[in-house]
Nanobody, 125 residues
Framework: QVHLVESGGGLVQAGGSLRLACAAS????????MGWFRQAPGKEREFVGA????????YYEDFVKGRFTISKDNAKSTVHLQMNSLKPEDTAVYYC??????????????????WGQGTQVTVSS
């Protein structure tokens, strides 16, 4: 059984940083790309970025490029989302997602194979 558990969310002032973690269990037998989505109040869930199964290649949407970094610790089955220079518009629930893939770095919500429960990030102005 697959479980993705996010942690690290919280309240931060604009310009600050947060580091989210996604602890994965049960992802055996296949290669997975790991991604992050977010959903702001009243808005649809949107793709933020992802990292491939080896943890070498990452992809980021333009609105976070240069500010957010995804890393993967295969030994600990954990994926991190380092968020710097946070803006109030980054306020959202952040979700970790896994997709069975060797190379896919961007996918739609309905293409995720597994989801975490989400962690709230609030950026005050």
């Amino acid at each position: 059984q697959v479980h993705l558990v996010e942690s690290g969310g919280g309240l931060v002032q604009a310009g600050g940083s947060l580091r989210l973690a996604c602890a994965a269990s049960g992802l055996t037998g296949s290669r997975y790309s790991m991604g992050w989505f977010r959903q702001a109040p009243g808005k649809e869930r949107e793709f933020v970025g992802a990292i491939n199964w080896s943890g070498i290649t990452g992809y980021y949407e333009d609105f976070v490029k240069g500010r957010f970094t995804i890393s993967k610790d295969n030994a600990k089955s954990t994926v991190h989302l380092q968020m710097n220079s946070l803006k109030p518009e980054d306020t959202a629930v952040y979700y970790c997602a896994a997709k069975v893939s060797t190379y896919v770095l961007k996918w739609r919500i309905d293409q995720s194979d597994y989801w975490g429960q989400g962690t709230q990030v609030t950026v005050s102005s």
